[in-house]
């Protein structure tokens, strides 16, 4: 996993609430679609007309969006399917950072694995850092400071935010989920066998 | 130590799977069941390739293909070039990785969230999961069942573990009776109008009282089912004489001694008396009316005998844009009656509506009408069996004289993963779970209901209070 640290770019105002999976990748992409290759079908619905052109009225397709590594949303953001395709997509578009008033619980958890950071700060929040990214379009950067924990704003603000502890110290350092845990393979083993004396039902034989 | 604070029923069955705990909360959580599809898995199990890795617990993992699996005649195998590499993929794994499989031409193939309870591998008390949102179904059986990315499909196919963090407790007590004419769709429907479709987010959901003890089982997976759409990554609730008479004798469950155990167990499970929740939502059930959804997300519910809401209503200039955007794309306008909505489509299946009690009451509308001409409707079960079921009750007959289309079971138009898709601008009233944008198809605009009222729309052409045809 890549580690993530620090992020600093142009941040794409998208502030719609309840962005769902199916509208961040569509579903017929998610069968032959290499994971790297994802990112070029992120938000495509909304990024392309019928006719395959580009909307040139949404912001992902507007300088200095189109390459932005942080993407400030609104509320309710990735609910829906549990498709890791909808971060593999924002991942191979080169989001590094979603900064929403909240997440759902699946696609957060989905990005932590993916060395994608969704950052919580309030609605006004949120707002307030958008506004000021679009009085200034063209020179506008938002910093993502997981060391410290703060989003700087382009005037310098800076808004904490929060994550759990052993999630931040595995995404500072790229640490995969499945070598940690496998580290707990005794405690697994006597869980098992505790569990095994306790709910013989549940193991099948 | 004995545990002698009143514990909720999630609250009992997480601490009885914590492997670990880490001094941040984060805990390392036993996983029982895990239900394995073709869409989700191929890169887990590439991961798994990778690294050399097993997977640790075959015996507790089963897999079946459902999300792009075509619904006409598969006996000749898959046309598809992508959706049948997609099986044969999953085929070559479980075969590899020594994982149990029902084939697509076994009976037993079907929707991974039917076939888990159908077959007696969803169990109450047991941790299940799936690289499925939709996986908070088999709550219904007192599980907690919850969705999962394909990392975590990784992880858990490795370790048979999963790092998470505990939810936070839910009660959704849903008192009273529940009206004729309305069913556990419209139940679960007016809890998501309520709560938003992020009301459960962090949470997860109990759903109790009156109308929910005297739901069968078909009724409470529906209910569960859609936990998901109102945020709450899994849905629960209590076992009672309902589940354990819906579970025994089925394939996988315990029998015997180990029956009667099991049973035992599964009593201890209810929460205790003055177990605290961090939210209660209490809904009256002789309030509920029939609903369908207006708008994209399946917050937006209105009675069937409503109109179209007006933006203009919206507390500010972003809620009355969003929802503005909404009646575009649906190709609706303020104040329309619903029931003058013209459909072009009506799909019946899904996982949230694809069980044989769903398919009795679709017919029941059906039987001695006709679809009207130029809508195109059709009937997906959830698995082979729920097939073989209805086909043995004469029902296929019925809808098939009423002029619906009885096919082979998998997801199907519920997310338009196979050719069962919804062409730009076309109209349906569906039995599945989410009117997302394009969910059924690009373009495609759809309002969610419950089967007696899906096939009600298919016999008349447009959104139709059910209660009106039963009169």
């Known amino acids: 996993m890549q580690p993530f640290t620090t992020v600093t770019g142009p941040a794409a105002p998208l502030l719609r ?11 017929e992409r998610l069968v032959g679609t290499a994971k790297a290759e994802m990112g070029a079908h992120a938000f495509e619905i909304w ?32 609910c829906g399917s549990s498709r890791e395709g909808a971060v593999w997509a924002l991942a191979g578009a080169g989001v590094r950072a979603v900064i929403a008033p909240s997440f759902s619980d699946i696609f957060a958890n989905n990005a932590l694995q993916n060395g994608l950071l969704p950052v919580v700060l309030p609605e006004a ?12 379009p063209g020179n506008a950067r938002v910093t993502v400071d997981l060391e410290r924990c703060v989003v700087v704003s382009p005037s310098g603000d800076e808004h904490p935010f929060a994550v759990d502890a052993a999630r931040r110290e595995a995404l500072l350092a790229g640490l995969d989920d499945i070598g940690l845990t496998l580290r707990q393979a005794d405690a697994i083993a006597a869980w098992q066998t505790e569990d095994r004396s306790r709910r013989p039902w549940a193991w099948p034989t | 130590m004995a545990e002698t604070r009143p514990r909720t029923l999630f609250d009992k069955i997480w601490d009885s799977h914590v492997v670990e705990r880490l001094p941040d909360g984060t805990c390392l959580l036993y996983i029982d069941r895990h239900l394995v599809h073709e869409v989700t898995s191929p890169q887990a199990f590439e991961g798994l390739r990778m690294a050399g890795r097993q997977v640790r617990r075959p015996d507790a993992t089963f897999a079946v293909a459902d999300h792009n699996v075509p619904t006409s005649d598969r006996s000749a195998g898959i046309a598809e070039p992508e959706s049948r590499i997609q099986v044969e993929t999953l085929e070559k794994n479980v075969a590899e990785f020594g994982v149990p499989y029902f084939p697509l031409l076994d009976a037993r193939q079907g929707i991974v969230h039917i076939v888990g309870p159908e077959q007696g591998i969803s169990q109450p008390g047991m941790t299940i999961v799936c690289g499925d949102s939709h996986t908070s179904t088999h709550g219904a059986l007192g599980a907690l069942a919850f969705g999962i990315g394909t990392s975590e499909v990784e992880h858990v196919l490795a370790t048979q573990t999963l790092l998470q963090k505990p939810a936070k407790n839910m009660l959704v007590r849903v008192d009273g009776a529940l009206p004729l004419g309305c069913t556990a769709k419209d139940i679960i429907l007016a809890i998501i109008g309520r709560i938003g479709t992020a009301g459960g987010t962090g949470h997860v959901i109990e759903y109790a009282g009156e109308a929910i003890r005297a739901l069968d089982m078909a009724g409470r997976m529906t209910i569960c089912n859609m936990s998901i759409e109102g945020g709450a990554r899994a849905g629960l609730i209590a076992p009672d004489e309902t589940t354990f008479a819906y579970i025994k004798g089925r394939p996988h469950a315990p029998k015997g001694e180990a029956w009667d155990r099991a049973v035992a167990w599964w009593k201890s499970l209810p929460s205790d008396e003055g177990a605290s929740y961090d ?24 009675p069937v005998t409503g109109a ?3 933006p203009a209503n919206e507390s500010s200039e972003a809620r009355r844009a969003a929802k503005q955007r909404m009646l575009d794309y649906m190709g609706l306008t303020p104040g329309q009656r619903m029931q003058d909505i013209a459909v072009d489509v009506v799909f019946i299946g899904s996982c949230t509506n694809g069980r044989i009690e769903d398919i009795r009451a679709a017919a029941a509308v059906a039987k001695g009408r006709k679809v009207v001409s130029g809508v195109r409707a059709m009937v997906v079960p959830g698995s082979g069996l729920v097939k073989e079921a209805a086909e043995a009750e004469g029902l296929d007959k019925v809808l098939i004289e009423a002029g619906f289309e009885w096919r082979e079971a998998g997801c199907s138009m519920c997310l338009g993963m196979n050719p069962d898709q919804l062409k730009p601008g076309q109209r349906c009233a569906s039995t599945s779970n989410r009117n997302f944008e394009g969910r059924q198809g690009p373009g495609g605009r759809t309002h969610l209901m419950s089967p007696a009222m899906a096939a009600a729309a298919a016999v008349t052409g447009r959104l139709t209070d059910v209660r009106e045809l039963a009169r």
Do not use: C, H, M, Q
């Not at chain 1, 992902?60 to 949303?73: F, G, K, S, T």
């Not at chain 1, 929040?125 to 200034?136: D, K, M, N, T």
């Open chain 1, 17 to 27: 609430p309840n962005i769902d999976t199916d509208v961040i990748i569509r579903v």
């Open chain 1, 47 to 78: 990024r392309r007309r019928p006719d395959g052109s580009e909307d040139p009225d949404f912001v992902l397709n507007r300088a200095p969006y189109r390459d932005a590594p942080i993407l400030l949303a609104g509320s309710n953001f990735g």
């Open chain 1, 125 to 136: 929040s949120v707002s307030a850092i958008a506004a000021e990214v679009e009085r200034s």
């Open chain 2, 279 to 302: 939210t209660t939502i209490v809904i009256n059930a002789p309030d509920i009316v029939p609903l369908v959804t207006w708008g994209t997300s399946p917050e937006d519910v209105v």
């Open chain 2, 308 to 310: 179209v809401p007006d």
